[in-house]
């Protein structure tokens, strides 16, 4: 046991001075690494604020259905109860004319045309209702459902979600796949750039070392005393950069605040995404060091498997 603890602290003791030693040949490697990571978290806050943005847009969206007046009770209790078990349906409210009228004097009370318009006749306005989705990306499933021949029977009109505001909805949705993806390439791209870069790194170590490797081998050095050191070099890479990579963000958060909140940003609500990176500090260094020391050591035992060809031992 002390024996496998003191090779074990030989092992860190030598990669911590190859990274010391080193350091000129690790600059382009944990420059990119830095630019990974920093894009895997930028991803991470990105897809969080899209996430809350897209709960505060689908949370003020709702479908529409307009029956007709002489609907039996029977029928609209059926409907709603059918809509309410939809899986993407998340609430289901029921208005009848007076409240619908209601709810539209409201909305125009300084609109005194079209208030004298609805009090001038019968109340023109259908009983309607409004169907609240869970995904907006599902949400012609529910359109699909109510335009079924027996639902369709039962409707004045149709759905509110037509026309130009379905196109604002589904251009939402769809620029936020988009988003999505695109951060998803950039990370995986600038993963393969990162372990190719380090990976060649540790092929120039290791051939402005082969003399001392070959040594060591001939005096029987195991496969993992012999590798250990570059697997402790590249993890101390990806400690590195995960922090510098936190520190980046935090930096660019507190510089571009004030510009950025002055700007349009669409879907990226700056004042959220740094709450969230502040609110989750914590488990966001964890992941990046998680991804980084992965990055480091997965880069580093593959290189030396293919250049050192050892022995297993």
């Known amino acids: 046991m002390n024996r496998k603890m003191i090779t074990l602290s030989r092992i860190i003791k030598t990669g911590m001075v190859n990274f010391v030693r080193n350091a000129w040949l690790a600059i382009a490697a944990m420059a990119v690494m830095v630019v990974t990571l920093t894009i895997v978290l930028f991803s991470l806050i990105t897809n969080a604020t899209f996430a809350n943005t897209i709960a505060q847009i689908t949370d003020k969206i709702d479908i529409s259905v307009y029956l007709k007046d002489d609907i039996t009770a029977k029928d609209r209790t059926k409907l709603v109860e059918n809509l309410k078990g939809l899986p993407n349906v998340k609430a289901v409210t029921y208005l009848s004319k007076d409240q619908v009228l209601e709810n539209y004097k409201k909305q125009n009370a300084g609109n005194e045309a079209l208030l004298s318009a609805v009090s001038s006749t019968d109340n ?83 051939f402005n070392r082969r003399d001392e490797l070959t040594i060591m081998r001939l005096l029987g050095a195991s496969t993992w005393y012999i590798r250990g050191p570059f697997v402790v070099e590249n993890i101390i890479y990806g400690i590195f950069s995960a922090i510098m990579s936190i520190v980046l963000i935090k930096i660019l958060f507190m510089l571009a605040s004030s510009a950025l909140q002055a700007s349009s940003l669409g879907l990226l609500d700056i004042n959220y995404a740094a709450t969230y990176f502040n609110a989750h500090l914590f488990v966001l260094l964890t992941i990046q060091l998680g991804v980084g020391i992965l990055i480091g050591a997965a880069s580093s035992i593959v290189a030396t498997r293919r250049y050192l060809k050892f022995k297993t031992k």
């Open 124 to 206: 023109p306005l259908p009983a309607t209702i409004q169907v609240k989705p869970r995904d907006l990306n599902k949400i012609q499933d529910i359109k699909d459902y109510l335009s079924k021949p027996d639902n369709l029977k039962l409707q004045s009109d149709d759905p509110s979600y037509s026309g130009d505001r379905k196109a604002a909805i589904d251009k939402i949705t769809h620029a936020t796949n988009i988003l999505r993806q695109v951060g998803i390439f950039a990370v995986l791209m600038f993963t393969i750039i990162s372990v190719l870069i380090i990976f060649n790194t540790i092929q120039m170590t290791i």
